[in-house]
């Protein structure tokens, strides 16, 4: 009796408007729309993930350590933060989104994000194995792609500030003329001031490429620090870009 009368009540309810039949379509297309949303966005956060993984790469953001707590904070201050920021946002809409809109859910928020996290690092990990990025670096300096183009051609050369890659032409005691090879705006030749008492004065030889920290000013640059490590990798990029290294 009890559903006759449930059956009765939902019935005048429609019959007077208060409740609205929809089709089986809807009930089909919500689901299929709520999991396309989910694999726009799980896609997009793979990609600029990996895309942040190939800036760090090509960039070798790595040789940085090898100048200490300064160095660290150099690379800290150079990372694109918008694509952090874009990436991190995505997560948070895509979790969201899982736990809101899901009747499957049921595990702890701080547990799923963390799979969801390490899934996406897996995914775009192995996605910067490959040559996908690399392909759309090269076509976006060939075609002026909208969208495309400025987002690889404005990350290609993290801005890593007071970082240069340097010949060394001559030494005279604690002065150092080099030939800098990685920023145009700085004269050419350069001196380099030696601080007192410098550890690495060994490493500085006549013809030698190396990596120097130091603040450049009037055309001379006061060194903090330098190194021989990663040569290849780090200023090799750079000559991709200035092809004034030779």
């Given at each position: ?15 007077s408007g208060q409740v609205k039949m929809k089709p ?223």
């Amino acid at each position: 009796m009890n559903g006759d009368k449930i059956k009765e009540k939902v019935l005048e309810k429609i019959k007077s408007g208060q409740v609205k039949m929809k089709p089986k379509i809807y009930f089909w297309l919500r689901p299929l729309l709520f999991i396309l949303i989910l694999l726009l966005i799980f896609v997009f956060a793979i990609y600029f993930l990996s895309l942040l993984f190939f800036i760090f790469k090509i960039n070798n953001g790595w040789t940085l350590i090898a100048f200490g707590l300064r160095g660290i904070l150099v690379l800290i201050l150079s990372l694109p933060w918008g694509i952090i920021a874009f990436v991190l946002l995505l997560m948070v809409i895509l979790e969201t989104l899982i736990i809101h809109f899901s009747p499957l859910y049921r595990k702890p928020v701080l547990y799923s994000f963390l799979l969801l996290l390490i899934l996406i690092f897996v995914i775009s990990f192995c996605v910067t194995v490959t040559s996908f990025h690399a392909r759309m670096l090269l076509s976006s300096r060939g075609h002026n792609i909208p969208l495309i183009a400025p987002l690889y051609q404005g990350y290609e050369k993290m801005d890593f500030k007071n970082i240069y890659c340097v010949r060394i032409l001559s030494i005279d005691n604690h002065e150092v003329t080099v030939e800098c090879l990685d920023e145009p705006t700085i004269p050419h030749p350069v001196k380099i001031v030696l601080p007192e008492n410098f550890a690495k004065y060994e490493e500085i030889q006549v013809g030698r490429t190396v990596i120097i920290f130091g603040k450049e000013e009037n055309g001379i640059i006061n060194l903090f620090d330098l190194t021989g490590k990663n040569i290849e990798e780090f200023c090799e990029h750079r000559r991709i870009i200035f092809p004034r290294m030779k």
